[in-house]
C-alpha cells in the first residue's frame, strides 16, 4: 500500500490534467490559474520555512564529526570532518551541498564472511551517483526551460543546449540530461523497493515526490519526441505567466496540461515535504556548526536571563557537609570546627 497509494495519485493527476486539458473552456485553470496558485504557494512556503528555521534557536552543540577534532599540536586534525573555524566549516558546506561528501562517508554496513564473519563498513557508492545524477540533470533541465520564460532568451541558454545535446540523437535533439534524469529516477525508486532495510523505512511520503517527478520527464519527451506540441503557443501562455497578461492557451495538446498538473502539483507539495531539504540542509546544526565547544563558550539562546548559572564549586560549597556525611567524595576538604565546638565534642 505505501507504493500504491502514490501510484494512484499520481494516476489521478494524469486523469485530472488530461480530462481538464481537453476542452478550451477549462484549459485557462489548468494552464494559467493553478500553475499561478502552485507558483504563489511555492514562494509563500518556502519563505516561511527558511523564517521559521531561522528563528529556531540552536540549545547545544551538535555538529556531526568523524575525523580527529583539533587539539595539540603535533596531532593532525581532520578540518573537514571535524571543522574547527568558519571557514572549514564552509568547505564542508560546499563540498555536501556540491557533491554530497556525506555519503562517501562509511554510511553502508555489511557482514563479510571470508574466513570469520565481519562487520564490514563502507561508502553508499551508488546512491551518491545517482543522486548526484539526478540532482545536476534536473537542475538542468530546469534551467533549459527558462527559455520558455524570457524573452530575449538569458545569455548562456544556447550553449546549455548545444552541450546537453552534443551527441545528435535523433530529430529533435534527445538531450542527454533527460535520459541520465529518467535513470536516475528509476534506479533510486527500485532502491527502495529492493533494499530490505530502505523499504522497511520507507513511507509513501518516500515514493510520491519519485513517481510524481518521473511523470513529470516522461510527460515531458513525450511532448519532445512524440506528440506534435505548438511550442509557440506555449511560449505565449507562458511569456503571459510572467508578465500577467494572462491568455487563453488556445489549441495546445492534452499532454501539455498534464504536464503542467504534475509540475503545480509538485510546486505546492514541496516546501511542505522532504524535498525541503534542499533548503534545510543551510540551517541543518550538524554541518553548520564548528566543532570548538572546547575553545568558545555556546550560549544557550533558551537560557532564562533571570537564572544565573550555578557552578559545581558553588554547587559544593552550598552542600559541602551534607556531603561529606553522605560519603561523597568533594573536591575541598570541610574547615576545621571551631576550638568551642571541640571543647564541647570532648565533654560530651
Known amino acids: 500500500m505505501k507504493v500504491l497509494r502514490p501510484i494512484i495519485a499520481v494516476l489521478a493527476l494524469i486523469v485530472a490534467g488530461g480530462v481538464l486539458g481537453i476542452w478550451q473552456g477549462t484549459q485557462m485553470l489548468v494552464g494559467v490559474i493553478l500553475p499561478s496558485i502552485a507558483f504563489l504557494v511555492l514562494i509563500v512556503g518556502i519563505i516561511r520555512k527558511v523564517i521559521d528555521w531561522a528563528k529556531s534557536p540552536v540549545p547545544f552543540k551538535i555538529p556531526t564529526t568523524c575525523g580527529q577534532a583539533k587539539s595539540l ?88 543546449e548545444y552541450l546537453d545535446g552534443f551527441v545528435q540523437i535523433g530529430a529533435p535533439v534527445l538531450y542527454q540530461s533527460n535520459l541520465i534524469f529518467m535513470a536516475a529516477l528509476v534506479a533510486l525508486f527500485v532502491r527502495r523497493l529492493v533494499m530490505p532495510q530502505v523499504r522497511y523505512i520507507s513511507l509513501g511520503s518516500d515514493y510520491f515526490p519519485l513517481l510524481l517527478i518521473f511523470s513529470i520527464g516522461a510527460t515531458g519527451m513525450l511532448m519532445r519526441h512524440y506528440f506534435r506540441v505548438d511550442v509557440t503557443a506555449i511560449k505565449q501562455l507562458t511569456m503571459g505567466l510572467v508578465t500577467l497578461n494572462w491568455t487563453n492557451p488556445g489549441t495546445i495538446h492534452p499532454v501539455f496540461f498534464i504536464h503542467v498538473t504534475l509540475v503545480s502539483t509538485l510546486m505546492i507539495y514541496f516546501p511542505f515535504s522532504k524535498l525541503m531539504h534542499a533548503g534545510g540542509i543551510f540551517f541543518s546544526p550538524t554541518r553548520n556548526m564548528a566543532n570548538d565547544s572546547r575553545a568558545t563558550r555556546h550560549i544557550n539562546p533558551w537560557n532564562d536571563p533571570n537564572i544565573k548559572p550555578h557552578s559545581y564549586a558553588a554547587y559544593e560549597d552550598d552542600f559541602r557537609e551534607f556531603m561529606v556525611a553522605a560519603d561523597i567524595p568533594v573536591e575541598k576538604e570541610l574547615p576545621p570546627a571551631p576550638a568551642a565546638e571541640k571543647k564541647e565534642e570532648v565533654t560530651e
Open 73 to 160: 599540536s603535533f596531532i593532525k586534525e581532520d578540518r573537514f570532518e571535524s571543522p574547527n573555524s568558519k571557514s572549514d566549516v564552509i568547505v564542508r558546506m560546499f563540498l555536501e551541498i556540491f557533491l554530497f561528501r556525506s555519503l562517501f562517508r562509511n554510511t553502508s554496513a555489511g557482514i563479510k564472511s571470508n574466513n570469520s564473519p565481519k562487520l564490514h563498513y563502507g561508502p553508499s557508492l551508488w546512491l551518491w551517483l545517482f543522486g548526484l545524477l539526478f540532482h545536476y540533470t534536473f537542475l538542468t533541465i530546469v534551467l533549459r526551460h527558462l527559455r520558455l520564460f524570457t524573452d530575449p532568451v538569458l545569455p548562456g541558454l544556447a550553449m546549455l
